[in-house]
């Protein structure tokens, strides 16, 4: 279903131009109160290339990863990453800075790959070494958001360690109210950022 809506969407940016400018990420638009960009632009992508890397990764690690989480808590996990990706891009990169792509929600189920292995006492060298490659492609090759790509991570893998390690008895409670926090943070840190920028564009 995922990889369905970044298609279509990719389809549909390919077709405009229009749509493409009105959903991607740049921050004096999301200053202005297009908010809804925090999280469209986790359906966006820059050419095709960039499409297929992520889907294939979302295919790879996606399928197993909802299979021990659940989809409902999958679900979460991936709106979650996609969505710290976007506010640590919205916080420190940047203005001039359009951005684009899951790679965040994708980072994101990286590290919590890695932390549900670890709960389950797997092998986590593989995972290790593709979450390593991978930030090594950030930081090295041009054109990268690394602030989308570890703010997913970070938030993919904190996110997975309260889902898997919440105590059985109160699990469900536990779950909810830390996806509701990560909300409220990132809810505030948004704000916070918005205002700091109104005040350099000299607005309210």
């Given at each position: 279903?995922?990889?369905?809506?970044?298609?279509?969407?990719?389809?549909?940016?390919?077709?405009?131009?229009?749509?493409?400018g009105q959903l991607v990420l740049w921050a004096p638009a999301v200053a202005e109160g297009e908010w809804y960009r925090l999280v469209t632009?986790?359906?966006?992508?820059?050419?095709?290339?960039?499409?297929?890397?992520?889907?294939?990764?979302l295919y790879v690690v996606g399928p197993p990863l909802e299979i021990w989480m659940g989809r409902l808590r999958f679900g979460a996990l991936?709106?979650?990453?996609?969505?710290?990706?976007?506010?640590?891009?919205?916080?420190?990169?940047?203005?001039?800075?359009?951005?684009?792509?899951?790679?965040?929600?994708?980072?994101?189920?990286?590290?919590?790959?890695?932390?549900?292995?670890?709960?389950?006492?797997?092998?986590?060298?593989?995972?290790?070494?593709?979450?390593?490659?991978?930030?090594?492609?950030?930081?090295?090759?041009?054109?990268?958001?690394?602030?989308?790509?570890?703010?997913?991570?970070?938030?993919?893998?904190?996110?997975?360690?309260?889902?898997?390690?919440?105590?059985?008895?109160?699990?469900?409670?536990?779950?909810?109210?830390?996806?509701?926090?990560?909300?409220?943070?990132?809810?505030?840190?948004?704000?916070?950022?918005?205002?700091?920028?109104?005040?350099?564009?000299?607005?309210?």
């Open positions: 279903g995922l990889i369905a809506v970044n298609l279509v969407m990719f389809v549909l940016q390919t077709a405009s131009r229009e749509v493409q632009s986790a359906f966006m992508h820059y050419g095709i290339a960039h499409l297929l890397f992520n889907m294939w990764a991936y709106g979650l990453s996609a969505l710290g990706g976007s506010v640590l891009v919205y916080l420190v990169s940047p203005l001039g800075a359009q951005t684009a792509g899951a790679s965040g929600a994708v980072f994101g189920l990286f590290g919590a790959t890695f932390v549900v292995a670890k709960r389950l006492n797997l092998d986590v060298r593989w995972v290790v070494i593709l979450i390593g490659i991978n930030l090594v492609m950030t930081f090295t090759l041009p054109g990268i958001s690394w602030q989308g790509h570890i703010g997913g991570l970070v938030t993919g893998a904190l996110i997975a360690a309260a889902y898997v390690y919440a105590p059985a008895e109160r699990r469900n409670l536990i779950q909810g109210s830390v996806s509701v926090a990560a909300l409220v943070v990132f809810a505030g840190l948004v704000y916070w950022r918005t205002a700091e920028l109104l005040a350099m564009f000299g607005v309210g």
